[in-house]
Nanobody, 121 residues
Framework: QVQLVESGGGLVQAGGSLRLSCAASGRTFSGRGMGWFRQAPGKEREFVAA????????NYADSVKGRFAISRGNAKNTVYLQMNSLKPDDTAVYYC??????????????WGQGTQVTVSA
């Protein structure tokens, strides 16, 4: 079993920055890639970014390329999402995810509870 706990969401003005964190625990966490997804009101959950188990490789949705950066802590059980140049369209609940495999695309085995990010115009 893997448990994921997100933090760092909040309210920010357009053009501002936020850093999300996800702390993972559980004996089956090793070897998994990690990702961030988001869901805006009335929309489906969508992929934002992912990082491999080693942290060496990342991939991003086109809508956030150049603005967001995903990274993994040295102990590999923490994942961050640095969000810069935020836009009102980035407003959503952001979810941390533990992948079944070591990289994305992959099935998602575990989800965090989500953290709200609101960007005002």
């Amino acid at each position: 079993q893997v448990q994921l706990v997100e933090s760092g969401g909040g309210l920010v003005q357009a053009g501002g920055s936020l850093r999300l964190s996800c702390a993972a625990s559980g004996r089956t966490f090793s070897g998994r890639g990690m990702g961030w997804f988001r869901q805006a009101p009335g929309k489906e959950r969508e992929f934002v970014a992912a990082v491999t188990w080693s942290g060496a490789n990342t991939n991003y949705a086109d809508s956030v390329k150049g603005r967001f950066a995903i990274s993994r802590g040295n102990a590999k059980n923490t994942v961050y999402l640095q969000m810069n140049s935020l836009k009102p369209d980035d407003t959503a609940v952001y979810y941390c995810a533990a992948l079944r495999g070591s990289y994305y695309p992959s099935e998602i085995d575990y989800w965090g509870q989500g953290t709200q990010v609101t960007v005002s115009a």
